[in-house]
């Protein structure tokens, strides 16, 4: 490099630049900016195995509220009744299901950022598609839990599944409701699995390098792998079918969801293109999700700055425009629909969405959700500056939380009979919210110990694919397929 | 593989590591007495070797084929058992079918290719194997078993074509 920018200085002003034009690529890329492997599995490991008191504080009170707000709660609502929630006639869906479609909406970022981008080899992926995937298995979690507490009778869950019994029932595979539960199901065991098979080596990197309960644990976890060309070829073939064949699984999932609503015949429900509808704002919150999840482990993590730098944020920011956009046009063409048919009821359930006692979350789902990431994520700085990526990324999940909620509770309080009509005032709901939520930040940050969150070995296969290469006078990037 | 005569060279890099498997094929070595082994995902075409035999995709259309038929079982033959009139709908209808079928396709696919991996990596496998850290760290490592050859010849070969260490393979608890 010496030798380099002395060449440099003697060809004049022009070409000074060059050294530095490299040095840059490689301080803003990390693929460009390799180190040997021992380093990065010692940087992983240190990730995990250093812990502050405070994350202990922090993790000690998220246990007080999931043991308060979802188990105290939550023992209250089987104990008395469903009568303790929100719900009545004719709002019999309410922040259980908001709820649900939310975390369900949660998942679908990890497969999006771990599979979509891996099928268009977007290489920018690499250090975070686990902490993406680890989201969508969590999420699943709470989206499982929230129509557990809608049911009531939690402890008959079981009746779901279909299997001859004496009571001749049988689930009605033409419900929506059916196909919700098959779909589910398919997703949370298909991301599981996606996520479980390339942490397989990281556990083997692990075990190799831990002692004491750590190292019997990882023992079990690596189930003997030590990275031989057969257990690579099998892993690989796996994880690329998973990769094309989750997607449609994905896409399915919320589309399927959103036929919960929209195969019934209800002003602001019965809409053609509520799938897609609800698969962008899948993504337009699980994105957002990510970005908050990537920027908090940056910050609080050791080591985490050398793997996740400001590229990466930039790259999720024009993602979320893209998605933000994406979400507005499908908005719009729902919206439009509707208020042009001329329908009594649906002209009704509009003005209630936008003048009614929550009107102001219908006001605040438009700003947060268009107009704030609109204004702010197509200037770069804005995209590669964690605090106000976090700040977006919020305000875009609240926006779609709000959207659920303007969706359900609020669209069911208006409806063909004036004389059913009636609010929505959640009531237990409320803190079981809140214990889900707490209990998704309590799982991933158990998981951030025990899981390495950066899959070393996909980190060194990219930093092994990149490579600088002149193009005459131009240090240009080329990347090898190793796949 | 008889212990006695395995040895475990570890390389670097995979340029000399290639160069030791074209030397180990110079020496007569056949191809199922060398083994590669390597922390970060490598392919046989690197080492100019026919690729390993897997039963993966076959056990993935396998599974594809089986969720197939469940899901058939689900939305053709419970509606017929279990008659329910929904709205109007016939028992056995197009596209509920399609939904149920294509779900369950989807999950006999990829949980049979989950499963196939296990088998076939012949997972969990907690014996003792041969097998150095280092690998771990981005080294790779050839496994020979140098029946019929001079094992210490063979390691001298190795050591001169550019191995870090060449050793006598012992199983140890991973």
Same mark, same amino acid.
């Given at each position: 490099?010496?030798?380099?920018?002395?060449?440099?200085?003697?060809?004049?002003?022009?070409?000074?630049?060059?050294?530095?034009?490299?040095?840059?690529?490689?301080?803003?890329?990390?693929?460009?900016?390799?180190?040997?492997?021992?380093?990065?599995?010692?940087?992983?490991?240190?990730?995990?195995?250093?812990?502050?008191?405070?994350?202990?504080?922090?993790?000690?009170?998220?246990?007080?509220?999931?043991?308060?707000?979802?188990?105290?709660?939550?023992?209250?609502?089987?104990?008395?009744?469903?009568?303790?929630?929100?719900?009545?006639?004719?709002?019999?869906?309410?922040?259980?299901?908001?709820?649900?479609?939310?975390?369900?909406?949660? /998942?679908?970022?990890?497969?999006?950022? /771990?599979?979509?981008?891996?099928?268009?080899?977007?290489?920018?992926?690499?250090?975070?598609?686990?902490?993406?995937?680890?989201?969508?298995?969590?999420?699943?979690?709470?989206?499982?839990?929230?129509?557990?507490?809608?049911?009531?009778?939690?402890?008959?869950?079981?009746?779901?599944?279909?299997?001859? @019994?004496?009571?001749?029932?049988?689930?009605?595979?033409?419900?929506?409701?059916?196909?919700?539960?098959?779909? +589910? @199901?398919?997703?949370?065991?298909?991301?599981?699995?996606?996520?479980?098979?390339?942490?397989?080596? &990281?556990?083997?990197?692990?075990?190799?390098?831990?002692?004491?309960?750590?190292?019997?644990?990882?023992?079990?976890?690596?189930?003997?792998?030590?990275?031989?060309?057969?257990?690579?070829?099998?892993?690989?073939?796996?994880? @690329?079918?998973?990769?094309?064949?989750?997607?449609?699984?994905?896409?399915?999932?919320?589309? +399927?969801?959103?036929?919960?609503?929209?195969?019934?015949?209800?002003?602001?429900?019965?809409?053609?293109?509520?799938?897609?509808?609800?698969?962008?704002?899948?993504?337009?919150?699980?994105?957002?999700?990510?970005?908050?999840?990537?920027?908090?482990?940056?910050?609080?993590?050791?080591?985490?700055?050398?793997?996740?730098?400001?590229?990466?944020?930039?790259?999720?920011?024009?993602?979320?425009?893209?998605?933000?956009?994406?979400?507005?046009?499908?908005?719009?063409? &729902?919206?439009?629909?509707?208020?042009?048919?001329? &329908?009594?009821?649906?002209?009704?359930?509009?003005?209630?969405?936008?003048?009614?006692?929550?009107?102001?979350?219908?006001?605040?789902?438009?700003?947060?959700?268009?107009?704030?990431?609109?204004?702010?994520?197509?200037?770069?700085?804005?995209?590669?500056?964690?605090?106000?990526?976090?700040?977006?990324?919020?305000?875009? @999940?609240?926006?779609?939380?709000?959207?659920?909620? +303007?969706?359900?509770?609020?669209?069911? /309080?208006?409806?063909?009979?004036?004389?059913?009509?009636?609010?929505?005032?959640?009531?237990?709901?409320?803190?079981?919210?809140?214990?889900?939520?707490?209990?998704? +930040?309590?799982?991933?940050?158990?998981?951030?110990?025990?899981?390495?969150?950066?899959?070393?070995?996909?980190?060194?296969?990219?930093?092994?694919?990149?490579?600088?290469?002149?193009?005459?006078?131009?240090?240009?990037?080329?990347?090898?397929?190793?796949? | 593989?008889?212990?006695?005569?395995?040895?475990?060279?570890?390389?670097?890099?995979?340029?000399?590591?290639?160069?030791?498997?074209?030397?180990?094929?110079?020496?007569?070595?056949?191809?199922?007495?060398?083994?590669?082994?390597?922390?970060?995902?490598?392919?046989?075409?690197?080492?100019?070797?026919?690729?390993?035999?897997?039963?993966?995709?076959?056990?993935?259309?396998?599974?594809?084929?089986?969720?197939?038929?469940?899901?058939?079982?689900?939305?053709?033959?419970?509606?017929?058992?279990?008659?329910?009139?929904?709205?109007?709908?016939?028992?056995?209808?197009?596209?509920?079918?399609?939904?149920?079928?294509?779900?369950?396709?989807?999950?006999?696919?990829?949980?049979?290719?989950?499963?196939?991996?296990?088998?076939?990596?012949?997972?969990?496998?907690?014996?003792?194997?041969?097998?150095?850290?280092?690998?771990?760290?981005?080294?790779?490592?050839?496994?020979?078993?140098?029946?019929?050859?001079?094992?210490?010849?063979?390691?001298?070969?190795?050591?001169?074509?550019?191995?870090?260490?060449?050793?006598?393979?012992?199983?140890?608890?991973?």
């Amino acid at each position: 490099m010496a030798v380099m920018a002395n060449s440099n200085q003697l060809h004049g002003k022009g070409h000074v630049m060059e050294p530095d034009h490299e040095a840059h690529l490689r301080e803003e890329h990390l693929m460009l900016d390799p180190r040997p492997r021992s380093e990065l599995n010692a940087m992983v490991m240190e990730s995990m195995t250093t812990t502050s008191w405070k994350f202990w504080a922090v993790a000690g009170f998220l246990a007080l509220v999931v043991a308060v707000c979802l188990g105290y709660y939550w023992y209250l609502m089987i104990r008395d009744g469903m009568g303790i929630a929100g719900i009545n006639k004719p709002v019999y869906w309410g922040i259980f299901l908001v709820n649900t479609v939310f975390w369900i909406g949660i /998942s679908h970022a990890g497969t999006f950022v /771990s599979a979509l981008l891996k099928v268009f080899k977007a290489e920018y992926r690499r250090p975070f598609t686990r902490a993406a995937e680890l989201m969508t298995t969590f999420g699943l979690v709470q989206a499982g839990l929230s129509i557990f507490m809608h049911m009531g009778r939690v402890w008959l869950f079981y009746w779901l599944f279909p299997y001859p @019994n004496e009571r001749g029932l049988w689930p009605n595979f033409h419900s929506p409701l059916a196909w919700d539960f098959l779909a +589910i @199901n398919t997703y949370l065991l298909s991301s599981t699995m996606y996520l479980t098979m390339p942490l397989i080596p &990281d556990f083997a990197m692990a075990r190799d390098r831990s002692t004491g309960w750590r190292k019997s644990l990882y023992r079990v976890l690596a189930m003997g792998f030590r990275g031989t060309e057969a257990e690579w070829r099998h892993l690989r073939f796996a994880m @690329n079918l998973f990769a094309y064949a989750i997607l449609p699984v994905m896409f399915s999932v919320h589309t +399927i969801v959103s036929w919960d609503f929209a195969a019934a015949m209800r002003p602001g429900w019965s809409s053609t293109i509520f799938g897609p509808y609800f698969v962008i704002g899948a993504l337009q919150s699980g994105l957002s999700a990510v970005s908050m999840v990537l920027i908090v482990v940056r910050s609080t993590m050791k080591n985490m700055k050398y793997f996740i730098r400001p590229e990466h944020l930039d790259a999720l920011g024009k993602l979320m425009l893209i998605i933000s956009m994406s979400w507005g046009y499908f908005f719009f063409n &729902d919206y439009i629909v509707q208020w042009y048919n001329g &329908d009594k009821y649906t002209d009704l359930l509009l003005h209630f969405h936008e003048a009614g006692p929550v009107g102001y979350m219908w006001f605040l789902m438009i700003i947060f959700n268009v107009v704030i990431p609109w204004a702010t994520l197509w200037n770069k700085k804005i995209r590669r500056n964690p605090t106000a990526l976090f700040i977006i990324g919020f305000l875009v @999940n609240v926006a779609m939380w709000f959207e659920r909620y +303007i969706i359900i509770p609020t669209s069911l /309080s208006i409806n063909r009979f004036p004389f059913t009509y009636q609010f929505y005032k959640p009531g237990v709901e409320i803190p079981l919210s809140f214990g889900t939520l707490a209990l998704f +930040i309590l799982l991933y940050m158990l998981a951030t110990r025990i899981l390495p969150i950066v899959p070393v070995w996909e980190v060194h296969e990219g930093q092994a694919a990149h490579s600088i290469k002149k193009f005459g006078k131009e240090p240009v990037v080329t990347i090898s397929d190793l796949e | 593989m008889d212990n006695k005569n395995l040895l475990l060279a570890v390389f670097a890099d995979i340029d000399p590591a290639a160069h030791a498997v074209d030397l180990l094929r110079s020496l007569g070595f056949g191809e199922d007495q060398i083994s590669v082994i390597s922390g970060f995902p490598i392919s046989e075409a690197m080492f100019g070797r026919k690729p390993q035999k897997s039963h993966v995709p076959l056990m993935a259309l396998g599974g594809s084929i089986l969720g197939l038929l469940v899901g058939l079982f689900f939305g053709v033959w419970t509606p017929l058992t279990y008659p329910l009139n929904v709205g109007g709908q016939p028992l056995v209808a197009g596209p509920p079918v399609i939904i149920v079928i294509f779900e369950m396709t989807m999950l006999g696919m990829l949980l049979s290719t989950f499963i196939a991996v296990f088998l076939d990596s012949k997972f969990p496998n907690l014996k003792p194997m041969e097998y150095v850290p280092e690998i771990s760290d981005g080294k790779i490592a050839l496994l020979i078993n140098c029946e019929g050859h001079n094992c210490d010849a063979v390691s001298k070969e190795l050591q001169q074509s550019g191995a870090e260490s060449v050793r006598k393979a012992e199983a140890n608890p991973l």
